[in-house]
């Protein structure tokens, strides 16, 4: 690792909850994540985030029943932009510089989002912080991760999860399951297993990124992914 090391870490809305599955944000928890990035940052890792939205909404559920796809594919973006909030304020209490850029312009609350002016943020020690997606429905945060980490010249794609990698099968269903040190892009498409959507893995096969796939609940798992300690499953 060199102090130059550029990474993007994907968070869930469910990474800003006590409990998994919960609703809302809890300040204790998101507290804890930014003390975690923080450390990382104070040793040179540059790094940017994705957020998710789904402690708040979750726009596929919506839509199935009945609330028009489009819309609430908008209306999922605008609950990443408060998780991104929460954490800009949690990481400035642990003294750090923070960006907020959206894809959707609201300069009262965030930066619009420019490629160049992110990779600025990031040279100058800025931790940046994507919400609202891509800016269009119908496209995840998971692909929006796979895009900006594309776009900023990151290394690698940090997803934090709520299991400690990727699985041969699902192991609630099958026994036998076993966990992958390592995987390559296309078995993942080929054996269906549960990374990123089919965009995002196939917009990192294109560009050769990397994916790392762990469990961000362990005691110092954030920062250790962060600053490029082997863990979880590497894609690539």
């Given at each position: 690792?060199?102090?130059?090391?550029?990474?993007?870490?994907?968070?869930?809305?469910?990474?800003?909850c006590?409990?998994?599955?919960?609703?809302?944000?809890?300040?204790?928890?998101?507290?804890?994540?930014?003390?975690?990035?923080?450390?990382a940052?104070?040793?040179?890792?540059?790094?940017?985030?994705?957020?998710?939205?789904?402690?708040?909404?979750?726009?596929?559920?919506?839509?199935?029943?009945?609330?028009?796809?489009a819309?609430?594919?908008?209306?999922?973006?605008?609950?990443?932009?408060?998780?991104?909030?929460?954490?800009?304020?949690?990481?400035?209490?642990?003294?750090?510089?923070?960006?907020?850029?959206?894809?959707?312009?609201?300069?009262?609350?965030?930066?619009?989002?420019?490629?160049?002016?992110?990779?600025?943020h990031?040279?100058?020690?800025?931790?940046?912080?994507?919400?609202?997606?891509?800016?269009?429905?119908?496209?995840?945060?998971?692909?929006?991760?796979?895009?900006?980490?594309?776009?900023?010249?990151?290394?690698v794609?940090l997803?934090?999860?709520?299991?400690?990698?990727?699985?041969?099968?699902?192991p609630?269903?099958?026994?036998?399951?076993?966990?992958?040190?390592?995987?390559?892009?296309?078995?993942?498409?080929s054996?269906?297993?549960?990374?990123?959507?089919?965009?995002?893995?196939?917009?990192?096969?294109?560009?050769?990124?990397?994916?790392?796939?762990?469990?961000?609940?362990?005691?110092?798992?954030?920062?250790?992914?962060?600053?490029?300690?082997?863990?979880?499953?590497?894609?690539?």
């Amino acid at each position: 690792m060199t102090s130059s090391r550029r990474v993007l870490l994907k968070l869930s809305g469910e990474a800003f909850c006590e409990q998994e599955g919960g609703f809302g944000i809890d300040p204790a928890t998101v507290a804890s994540l930014a003390g975690e990035i923080s450390k990382a940052r104070a040793v040179g890792t540059e790094i940017s985030v994705v957020v998710g939205g789904g402690n708040f909404f979750r726009g596929t559920a919506l839509a199935a029943r009945g609330l028009d796809p489009a819309t609430a594919d908008y209306m999922g973006m605008l609950a990443t932009v408060m998780n991104g909030l929460a954490l800009r304020d949690a990481l400035e209490k642990h003294g750090m510089t923070t960006r907020v850029m959206s894809a959707i312009t609201m300069r009262q609350v965030s930066e619009p989002y420019i490629r160049n002016r992110a990779i600025r943020h990031l040279e100058k020690g800025r931790i940046v912080i994507f919400v609202a997606g891509t800016g269009n429905p119908f496209f995840t945060t998971d692909t929006t991760a796979a895009l900006r980490a594309i776009e900023i010249g990151a290394e690698v794609v940090l997803k934090a999860s709520k299991v400690d990698g990727v699985y041969s099968a699902d192991p609630h269903l099958d026994s036998s399951a076993r966990l992958l040190e390592a995987a390559s892009y296309m078995d993942v498409i080929s054996q269906n297993l549960k990374v990123m959507d089919m965009t995002a893995i196939t917009l990192c096969r294109e560009h050769g990124l990397p994916i790392v796939v762990f469990d961000m609940s362990g005691p110092g798992n954030v920062h250790r992914a962060l600053i490029g300690e082997p863990l979880g499953t590497r894609v690539g």
